[in-house]
């Protein structure tokens, strides 16, 4: 079979990305972040398209110098159509519409949250790639879902729990906002509490039945906790952040591989893969490997490259959709919110 080169476009939220496919292999992930941001503390949505303005032609052009791939070789584009932010996507989708309508390709829409799952399925030139079977069940957690989904096959998926509220991605930069330390939250909370105990404090925890999450509460009582220490010491946070951002970061991964054993354990599936930006969490990934250890699961972690939101992973997505034809028309608009 000849070879497939599909570009893939991703911009939902505030990543400009661009990657071109050969087949499941990717040859170049282009991402331009935005650091506009961080001043205020999350995403802007009004200046991430802006931004995604600015970024999506430089982005797409070293997508492809990097591939050494002529846009004429392109068999197919495909692209992020939702969920995500509505203005940010609107700049991904009429970029894809335009240049599919200009060199006569058919599109590929993807699904943001299926892309976060199929990046377990991405290949690398010359890196050795292990995937997981089918069926699998997939911890996909970012800034805007946490989900536990049932994976058959590359297209076929089903949500067996959600979150009812906040994300654990939310929760985590909600977290590092209260403490004043800059966004993405994240990151930060995961490097600050490597030095930090995480039994230091207890925050309440859920009780949602079934396999759903909620993050809301966990937040109110982080910030109520915080409140009370500040308010007899206006240097505490400065003082016990360490701490803080260790116990915050061991509640949020408690709550979410409690429902996950729980899962697993109905659904008798002991194949598990992490997905989403979250998943770049230290102490998310040892709680994965610690579980695996004991239960006997068989896990898939994806590289840190393709953890947060990156054009590669719709692509993986655009290639088996391409092999089962399934193209969509240029009436198709965004979407902000959807299932899988
Ligand atoms: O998947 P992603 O890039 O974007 C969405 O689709 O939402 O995820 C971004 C989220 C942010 O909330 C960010 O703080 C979080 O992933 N994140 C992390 C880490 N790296 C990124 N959270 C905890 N530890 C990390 N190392």
């Given at each position: ?8 476009i ?8 661009a ?18 941001h ?17 970024n ?31 203005g ?18 058919p ?6 949250l ?13 890196v ?29 998926m ?6 009812i ?5 939310e ?13 993405p ?22 009780h949602?039945?079934?396999f759903d ?22 240097d ?30 109905q ?10 930006g ?11 490997h ?28 655009g290639?088996y ?12 608009p ?5 299932t899988?």
């Amino acid at each position: 079979m000849e070879d497939i080169y599909i570009l893939a476009i991703e911009s939902s939220c505030d990543d400009t990305s661009a990657a071109v496919m050969c087949n499941d292999c990717v040859l170049s992930n282009v991402t331009a972040s935005q650091a506009v941001h961080e001043q205020y503390g999350g995403v802007v949505p009004e200046l991430a398209s802006r931004a995604h303005e600015l970024n999506i032609v430089p982005v797409v052009d070293a997508a492809l110098k990097k591939a050494g791939v002529q846009k004429e070789q392109l068999n197919a584009i495909a692209f992020t159509r939702g969920p995500g932010l509505m203005g940010s996507l609107l700049v991904g989708v009429s970029f894809a519409k335009g240049l599919a309508a200009s060199l006569g390709i058919p599109m590929i829409e993807v699904n943001h949250l299926q892309g976060h799952i199929l990046a377990h399925f991405i290949k690398e030139k010359g890196v050795e790639h292990s995937a997981p079977q089918f069926p699998f069940l997939c911890l996909m957690v970012s800034g805007g879902n946490s989900q536990i989904v049932k994976v058959d096959s590359y297209k076929d998926m089903q949500i067996v729990g959600q979150t009812i509220d906040d994300a654990a991605g939310e929760a985590m930069d909600k977290c590092a906002k209260v403490m004043g330390l800059g966004y993405p939250g994240g990151p930060i909370i995961d490097r600050l509490a490597r030095q930090g105990n995480s039994d230091a404090y207890k925050f309440s925890k859920p009780h949602i039945p079934g396999f759903d999450y909620s993050f809301s509460g966990l937040k109110t009582s982080f910030l109520y906790t915080l409140r009370k220490l500040v308010a007899d010491d206006p240097d505490y946070i400065e003082k016990h952040r360490a701490d803080l951002a260790a116990s915050f970061e061991a509640t949020v991964v408690d709550i979410l591989m409690d429902k996950l054993y729980k899962a697993i354990k109905q659904l008798k599936i002991k194949r598990v893969a992490l997905s989403g930006g979250v998943s770049a969490n230290t102490a998310l990934r040892e709680a994965f490997h610690a579980y695996a250890k004991r239960y006997g699961w068989e896990i898939s972690i994806p590289k840190f490259g393709f953890t947060t939101d990156n054009a590669a992973m719709i692509g993986i997505v655009g290639y088996y959709k391409y092999l089962d034809n399934d193209f969509c028309t240029m009436d198709k608009p965004a979407f902000s919110r959807t299932t899988i």
